[in-house]
């Protein structure tokens, strides 16, 4: 019955647009302190969303789950082809991430196919802290680390790990600037990835492409020139996704824990 309720609220939210608790009421039986209840918890949850004083609409979590073209294998059908390019033409293994339920998690790695040495960086979650692609994921959700209590719970994995809450947030401003994050030797040492977000809001905030490899070959230099490639690229798939908003602004310029595994290149 409980249940019910909830989707016969979202069913009529969802066919108005926007709803008042009003509204809700005036199209079903529920009484008013229960329709505002209900309401109320489904904000928390995050499946309804205030637009407007006293309106709601579906919320992003809800629109993020009935995205059919959201699912991993729809994601790969479009980036795989990108990031397999992309790893033959920087020598570099390309990774695609993404937010699932409250960690990021890479899910595809694409590896270069011209013979050359690469580090895989491994399949699975990683720490909001201290990886590219969980970096840059949380720059553009902030609701991410606000629920959290941080101090004390950012593990060392290195001696470069940001372990402080405050160095957190000025690092999350620093890829909020300029568009792409790093992880430079946080995870383990000798290692370097760089990730940018497939958009700052919507879906694409939820979503990050990357690169990874040892600091040798990842020096400051080139992890900016990977980073703009990966924003341009960024812009390109967000661009040709249906499943981005499409009122985005533009972009501003600006873990299982993993064990890197050298390999080489058939």
Partial sequence: MHLERLILILEIVGQKGA??????????????????????????????????????????????????????????????????????????????????????????????????SYLHPGLGKRPLHACSCAKAVAAFSPELLLARDLAGRLKAYTEFTLTRPEDLEAELEVVRQQGYAECVEEIERGMCSVAAPLGQTGPGATLSIGAAGSTRVFTAAFRAKIGQELMRLARELSANSAGQSRDEPARRTGPREPEWMPRTGS
């Fill in 19 to 116: 709803a008042t608790v009003a509204d809700i009421c005036a199209h079903s039986d529920l009484p008013k302190p229960s329709a505002y209840r209900l309401v109320q918890d489904l904000v928390g949850a995050g499946l309804l969303e205030p637009v407007a004083r006293g309106r709601f609409a579906i919320g992003t979590r809800l629109k993020r789950i009935t995205r059919s073209d959201q699912s991993d294998r729809a994601l790969l059908e479009r980036i795989a082809p990108v990031l397999r390019q992309a790893a033959t033409r920087h020598g570099a293994a390309f990774f695609l991430a993404r937010l699932r339920g409250r960690a990021v998690e890479i899910i595809h790695v694409a590896t270069p196919d011209n013979g050359v």
